[in-house]
């Protein structure tokens, strides 16, 4: 059987850094690395997501089948999680990096006790734009917390309106009108222009795609599609299960017509869409059928402080016991530097090439973040 989550042993300790960036990015001394800092493909480091528990609330189908994450599932011990106080020392490390935007994700993030408080204290970095994405089942109750916290926007996954097809999806005992009420009270403490996401899956909730479009038009929300994709390996991915953007749009477009929208900013994931009769905008995330790996800003951190530098990664880059044995906060900066400037990913891209050979087992995205 194959193993959910990254064991250590899948851990790589070795980087081989090439030497253009050898001369622009100091490693393992006190010296911080010369910015901006770039990956062998030129992209700069943005983004970072922040995981902060492999654990969750709800069972969604394409993402941790209760089958492979049943209660003999091998979750993190929660003594081996980054605590709040290394993720905003490591988010301190990251802004000094480049990163202009962190989000926080799991598995569920809002599952984490007192997340509110590590939302206060990355809140206190300057320039940094905060995030979370969460399934929204306990919103209801943390929303007005985090807004006070100094949260600055919230996406919301959401795959559809229709009670039955919601269970089937999300394989919880939670019920929809608890991921409604979340909304709401986001909206309520403050939130304004949410983020809903939803993953189509054909012939299971893609009868429901114009219902959302019904639904979010005119709430000020953006709603936004996502192509159904082959992360990880339990979740038992076909081409075939797959809507693409274009037919989502196509799709859209017949009952609400649509015009195109510019990007927010360079690398956006999204593309964007408004309805031509002034009620609201779209997204769509083709991450199968368009990647867009060429912009890809993005560094994901897992709950227990081992960095990735893609989503279908199969090997992490531990930070843990350089963070546990000392390290300043420059020798750090320089390792994390020497990784992203040896960085090569594109995986989408070669999958669309058909050039991807089998160079082992894909990360989760529970344990890994959205
Ligand atoms: N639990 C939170 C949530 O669902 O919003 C945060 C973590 S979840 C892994 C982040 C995002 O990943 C969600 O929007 C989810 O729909 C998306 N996701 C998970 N598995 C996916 C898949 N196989 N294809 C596309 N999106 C997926
Ligand atoms: Fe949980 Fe989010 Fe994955 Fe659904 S998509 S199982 S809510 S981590
Ligand atoms: Fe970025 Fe990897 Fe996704 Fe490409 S496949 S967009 S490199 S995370």
Redesign the pocket.
Known sequence: MKHCQPRSARVSHTHHIPLSALRRVAINNDLPPALPLRDTLNRPLRDLRI?ITDR?N?R?T??MPRERFGHSHPFLPRGSLLSFEEIARLARVFAGLGVEKIRL?????LLRKDVHKLVAMLAGIPGLELTL????ALLSRQAQALKDAGLNRI???L?SLDEATFRQMSDSDFSLSEVLQGIEAADKAGFKALKI???VKRGVNDEGILDMVRHFRHSGHVLRF???????ET?A?RLNDVVSASEILARVHAGFPLEPLEANYPGEVARRWRFADGAGEIGV?A?VTQAFCGSCTRLRLSPEGKLFTCLFATQGHDLMPRLRSGESDAALAGWVGGIWAARQDRYSELRNQAQLGDSGEKIE??Y???
């Open positions: 995981s969750c709800f969604c394409y993402c994700t799991g598995g569920e993030p994405t969460t399934n929204a996406t919301v996954s795959d996401n939803m993953v996502i192509e159904y994709m082959d992360v990880g979740n991915w995330i991450s995205m529970s890994i973040g959205g």
